[in-house]
């Protein structure tokens, strides 16, 4: 198995900047496309970025241009910065990190529990 865990949420002042990380671990062959996504409430739930292992990232329409996405292959970490934040990006952000494991050869995803980031005014 595969465990994903996230860090860095909580309260953040609107205007100011944000880092989310996220830490894989567990019984892990290798590890593909990792990234975040958002769900606030009342609301879909969408992709916030993404990074493959070539480090070729894609980010969501809605924060494109204030996020930038990172990762450590070697950690098998990834970080989130997003900046300029404003009440809009208050939501559950949850990662996500596509793996083979030990336990199987398929691609699988695995997520993370989540972590709430709220943006005051």
């Known amino acids: 198995q595969v465990q994903v865990v996230e860090s860095g949420g909580g309260l953040v002042q609107s205007g100011r900047s944000l880092t989310l990380s996220c830490v894989t671990s567990g019984n892990i062959f290798r590890l593909y496309d990792m990234g975040w996504y958002r769900q606030a409430p009342g609301k879909e739930r969408e992709l916030v970025a993404g990074i493959t292992s070539g480090d070729v990232t894609r980010y969501g329409e809605s924060v494109k241009g204030r996020v930038t996405i990172s990762r450590d292959n070697a950690k098998k970490t990834v970080v989130l910065q997003m900046n300029t934040v404003n009440p809009e990006d208050t939501a559950v952000y949850s990662c996500?990190?596509?793996?083979?494991?030990?336990?199987?050869?398929?691609?699988?995803?695995?997520w993370g529990q989540g972590t709430q980031v709220t943006v005051t005014s």
């Open positions: 996500f990190a596509d793996s083979k494991s030990g336990d199987h050869l398929d691609i699988r995803r695995y």
